[in-house]
């Protein structure tokens, strides 16, 4: 099992929609937690950290359930300019940034 | 923008070619990062330099060499590269806290010819 796991998708939405996606993580010793945006052939941004108690920036929420590993991200109100791959990143506590395999979003106008 | 810059932004290179890439932040980060990243694929850690010490190599050819002059810079050294190297490489920092995000230079786009 890879220690963080993604639907690849690719995830073809609507402009305006919600897209909902999780990451899973294997190591229940895992510290922290990320999203990450990345376009096309250029490096990754973060979006946001993602917190036990949830987050919100604008039209993103972020969640965490530690008992069962996972993480989620939401967009609501989907723009083009959230089209890009989406990393899932967990840090283990030792300095090591673990990416997930990223999730493919693109929006149709 | 990045406050992570990456030198230089494209380099192509024979495999018996030396080479070096640098990377430089002045946001006072304890800890850099060397990741490769092929194309549709994650970024894998390559090296992590904590306190100007190397503190993980995750196993990584020796043809590939980094070395970190101070707390704002990092490089890595190529040596005899193959072109399966060929590949983008990204240099990232953060403050060294296990819970605090990275910051990702724009990357250098190798080709190995």
């Given amino acids: 099992r890879k220690e963080v796991e993604q639907d690849p998708g690719p995830f073809n939405v609507p402009e305006g929609a919600t897209v909902a996606f999780n990451c899973t993580y294997s190591n229940s010793a895992s510290q922290s937690f990320f999203w990450y945006r990345q376009d096309c052939r250029k490096e990754p941004k973060l979006l946001m950290s993602v917190y036990s108690s949830g987050n919100e920036d604008g039209r993103f929420t ?4 530690r008992a069962s590993q996972y993480i989620s991200l939401l967009i609501r ?12 990143v967990v840090n283990k506590g030792n300095e090591k940034l673990t990416f997930g395999t990223g999730t493919r979003l693109t929006i149709i106008p | 923008d990045t406050e ?14 030396k080479k070096s890439l640098k990377c ?3 946001m006072g980060h304890r800890a850099m990062y060397w990741y ?6 994650p970024p894998e850690l390559m090296f992590v330099y904590s ?11 020796s043809r590939f060499s980094p070395e970190c002059p101070n707390s704002s810079l990092l490089n890595l050294h190529l040596h005899a590269l193959q072109p399966e190297d060929s590949a983008l490489y990204l240099c990232a920092s953060s ?7 990275a910051f990702f230079g ?6 190995v010819v």
């Fill in chain 2, 106 to 111: 724009q990357g250098t786009r190798l080709t």
């Fill in chain 1, 62 to 65: 972020a969640q965490l359930n």
């Fill in chain 2, 4 to 17: 992570v810059t990456q030198t230089p932004k494209h380099l192509v290179m024979g495999m018996t070619n």
């Fill in chain 2, 51 to 61: 306190y100007e010490k190397l503190s993980i190599n995750e196993s990584v050819p």
């Fill in chain 2, 36 to 41: 490769k990243q092929k194309a549709k694929k």
């Fill in chain 2, 95 to 101: 403050q060294g806290d296990m819970n605090t995000e």
């Fill in chain 2, 24 to 26: 430089e932040q002045h």
């Fill in chain 1, 77 to 88: 109100d989907s723009k083009l300019s959230d089209s890009a791959t989406y990393l899932c």
